[in-house]
């Protein structure tokens, strides 16, 4: 395998979010986020919440804007 080529190619705006996806989630399963309580809810409930809403709209976005524009 040659040095520096990937599998595929991936876009900046792809490893953002991927990068952004997979630090919110360690950020989200870190054992302090489960004995916060907010509005009755456990943060964790909260934080995945949010990780069910941020990771398609990311994504999305990031495809969106890698796309050729014809």
Known sequence: MVRGKNFFPMQRGEKI????????????????????EVAGVLLFGWLMAALMLLSPILTLWAFWRGRPRN
């Open 17 to 36: 979010a991927l990068s952004v996806l997979i630090l919110f989630s360690a950020v989200s399963f870190h054992p302090i986020a489960r004995s916060v």
